[in-house]
C-alpha cells in the first residue's frame, strides 16, 4: 500500500492522470484514456493507494462530476479561480479560464518565474501567460497537432492518417513525409509566431518558455525559444495548489 498526502487528478481531454503526491514532490503517475473512464476504471486506477484528500482539474465536466463519484466521501477540492493559486488573476472573466491553465500557470511562476509562458500540447495547444507582476493575463488557443493531421486524413480521399514524429526532410518524397514535414515545421512555426507576439505585447525581452503536453518533446526540439519540457507541469502545479488550500 502506497501512501500520500494528495491524489491529484488531471482530467484533460484526451487522457486523465492520477498521481500520489506528498507535499514535497509527486510519486506515482497512473493514466486512461479520458473516453474510457468508469466509475469502475478510476476506483481500479487508484487501488493501493491511500491519501487525505484529492485534487481535480478537469475540462470534462461530465467525467469530472463522475470521478469525484466514484472517489467519494474523501475531501475533494477542485481547481478553479476562486481558490488559492498564489498567483494574482487580471482577466475579465476568470470562471472561464480552465483548470489545468490554472495549474499550470502556478507551477510555471513556481519553477520559472514570471514573465513566463506555458505551452501546453494537448488537444489544443494552449498558451498561458503570467505577466512581470506575477497575474495571469490570458493566453492563445490553436489547434492540437494532431487535430490539424487528423482533418486532412477524413477531409480528403487520399491523405493517409500519420504517426507524428520528426520529418527525415523538408521537402517531402512522399504523401507521408510531406505530411509530416507541414505538420512538424509548420507547427512549430506557428508556435514561434505566437510567442513572438506574446512577448511584444508583454514589453519584455526576457520571458521563460516552458513546454508540457503529449506533443511538447517532439515540436520543442527544434524551438530554441523552449526554456524547458515539463510533461507533469499541470500535476506539480496541482500538487502547489493542493498545499495552498489543504
Do not use: C
Amino acid at each position: 500500500m502506497a501512501a500520500g498526502d494528495f491524489l491529484l487528478i488531471d482530467n484533460s481531454n484526451s487522457f486523465t492522470k492520477f498521481a500520489l503526491a506528498s507535499r514535497e514532490e509527486l510519486g506515482p503517475v497512473r493514466r486512461a484514456a479520458t473516453r474510457e473512464l468508469t466509475e469502475a476504471t478510476v476506483v481500479r486506477l487508484v487501488r493501493g493507494w491511500r491519501f487525505a484528500a484529492i485534487v481535480l482539474s478537469s475540462v470534462v465536466p461530465e467525467k469530472g462530476a463522475l470521478i469525484a463519484r466514484a472517489l467519494a466521501p474523501t475531501p475533494l477540492l477542485q481547481v478553479h479561480a476562486k481558490i488559492r493559486l498564489g498567483i494574482g488573476i487580471d482577466y475579465p472573466k476568470p470562471h472561464t479560464i480552465g483548470a489545468d491553465r490554472l495549474a499550470n500557470a502556478v507551477s510555471a511562476l513556481h519553477f520559472f518565474g514570471a514573465p513566463a509562458v506555458v505551452v501546453d500540447f494537448g488537444t489544443a495547444v494552449t498558451f498561458d501567460i503570467i505577466d512581470r507582476a506575477r497575474n495571469y493575463v490570458g493566453g492563445v488557443i490553436a489547434p492540437g497537432l494532431e487535430a490539424m493531421t487528423d482533418y486532412l486524413h477524413t477531409r480528403t480521399a487520399l491523405l493517409p492518417k500519420i504517426r507524428l514524429l520528426e520529418p527525415p526532410r523538408a521537402i517531402g518524397k512522399t504523401t507521408r513525409e510531406a505530411m509530416l514535414a507541414g505538420a512538424v515545421h509548420g507547427y512549430r512555426g506557428l508556435v514561434r509566431q505566437i510567442l513572438v507576439e506574446i512577448r511584444h505585447e508583454l514589453g519584455a525581452r526576457r520571458v521563460s518558455v516552458v513546454a508540457t503536453g503529449g506533443y511538447a518533446d517532439l515540436i520543442a526540439t527544434g524551438l530554441p525559444e523552449m526554456n524547458a519540457v515539463r510533461p507533469l507541469l499541470t500535476l506539480e502545479g496541482l500538487r502547489l495548489i493542493a498545499n495552498l488550500n489543504l
